[in-house]
């Protein structure tokens, strides 16, 4: 059974920094592209960040600068350390995979995801 689960969220104040762990199992993800999106109240899920295989990483322009992704394969782990959090960073945040080679925005292009893990940014 493919899972995906992930931790590291919580309420913090604006400024501060949380990192966010999605710990993968049931195949290996260490030729996919692992991603981060998020979702706020009413809004659609949005790309925050995507890493390649071989460690390509690609941002929203809305994180750019302060929030870093990275991954263990030997570990099948993927973080988001994010930094200067703002209230308006505040939502669910999702892990996903995509089975294949090259980054896209598109939610609707990765095959796996996790349940989430909400992240509160208090002003």
Known sequence: QVQLEESGGGL?????????SCAASGRTFSNDVMG?????PGKEREFVAA???GGTTTYADSVKG???ISRDNAKNTVYLQMSS??????A??????RGALFVR?????????????QVTVSS
């Open 12 to 20: 913090v104040q604006a400024g501060g920094s949380l990192r966010l």
């Open 36 to 40: 981060w999106f998020r979702q706020a």
């Open 51 to 53: 890493i390649t295989s």
């Open 66 to 68: 302060r929030f870093a």
């Open 85 to 90: 959090l703002k209230p308006e960073d505040t």
């Open 92 to 97: 669910v945040y999702y892990c996903a995979a």
């Open 105 to 117: 925005r598109d939610p609707a292009r990765y095959d796996y995801w996790g349940q989430g893990t």
